[in-house]
């Protein structure tokens, strides 16, 4: 034999055994349960960066078609608050208050939002919303939100950052008792801080 | 091949994969057992800090996803005198305050994440790793 041929041979060899690998760790995750789907096991570092980099330039891109009004008002803050106590603190909490404990159990693990607005522009915080997030918990909320329902709560996460958590146990009590069949989100609001201003 | 050659070829391949491991485990920050202070788990402390996701909210070294900056970054938190303006850095108030925030400073902005005494332990374990 010479020397190409077995250069030759040597590589069809490591390519049959490469394929031949990858075919059985695709049968062993299809067939043989070697790909364990647990929600809450961690990804590896390096794994998890990965998929919140996809995730961040997926959104990023497809935001520029989304065009966002001007400035909201504060009705809009008000109507975006309403949707968010009963529809996101459950899984995001709010200042000063926790998520439902039963979020530890998810992987990625929902995010407070306090910060949201510094780090994602309306149209994008908009987009998240109305399509949700892939393979994490994140709904897309396009079936349950009105574009305009969607607009105020991305109106109330812009206001975010200024709230206290104070502030946010007022909004509860201004708005009231939450409404029927709507979950209360996130945990309780502490008593101190839920009592009115000195 | 002798026999011995052979030995001490096996004997160097596991040394220099035990090598391997041992870094590897220094890099990924493996610690076994409880801390010093005899608080909790560091390990479990440390997993504990991603599931709540502090990150949200404060820089943890070696937690890249999140870094927020509504609260204080957590380098150096084993050097810290004083927990949230308010209490001694020492690990009995650490525990009270990472279980009941808003009883110790009512109205600040780090919620009540509902963690049992042990979990509490845990990431206070893992806060003093932090130096």
Same mark, same amino acid.
């Given at each position: 034999m010479t020397d190409a041929a077995k250069v030759r041979l040597r590589w069809s060899l490591l390519t049959l055994a490469a394929v031949a690998l990858i075919g059985a760790l695709v049968a062993a995750a299809l067939f043989?349960?070697?790909?364990d789907t647990a929600a809450d096991y961690p990804w590896p570092q390096p794994i998890s960066w990965a998929i919140h980099r996809t995730m961040t330039n997926s959104v990023k891109v497809r935001a520029r078609a989304v065009a966002a009004p001007e400035r909201f008002t504060p009705a809009e803050v008000e109507a975006g608050f309403r949707l968010y106590d009963s529809h996101c603190a459950m899984c995001h909490g709010g200042p000063g208050l926790g998520r439902q404990p039963w979020t530890a159990g998810l992987e990625p693990t929902p995010p407070y939002l306090v910060e949201a607005a510094r780090r994602w522009s309306r149209s994008e915080m908009f987009l998240i919303v109305h399509d949700g997030v892939r393979m994490?918990?994140? =709904?897309?909320?396009r079936g349950r939100f009105s574009p305009g329902q969607t607009w105020d709560v991305v109106a109330f996460l812009q206001a975010l950052p200024d709230l206290t958590a104070r502030d946010y146990a007022r909004m509860r009590a201004l708005a009231? =008792?939450? =409404?029927?069949g709507e979950p209360r989100g996130g945990g309780a609001v502490p008593s101190q801080a839920s009592s009115p201003p000195r | 091949m002798g026999v011995s050659r052979l030995r001490r070829r096996w004997t160097r391949r596991v040394l220099s994969a035990a090598a391997v491991l041992a870094v590897a485990a220094q890099a990924t920050g493996c610690r076994k057992g409880p801390s010093p202070s005899g608080l909790g788990d560091p390990d479990r402390g440390a997993r504990l800090v991603d599931v709540e996701a502090c990150g949200s909210c404060h820089v943890i070294p070696g937690h890249a996803v999140g870094s927020g900056l509504a609260g204080p970054p957590l380098a150096g938190f084993a050097r810290r005198t004083i927990i949230a303006g *308010? *209490?001694?850095?020492r690990p009995g108030d650490l525990v009270l305050w990472l279980q009941r925030p808003q009883a110790v400073a009512p109205g600040n902005g780090m919620p009540d994440m509902g963690l049992t005494p042990q979990q509490a332990r845990d990431i206070a374990a893992y806060l003093y790793t932090l130096r």
């Open positions: 043989f349960g070697g790909f994490t918990a994140m =709904p897309a909320w009231g =008792p939450s =409404p029927a | *308010l *209490l001694p850095n």
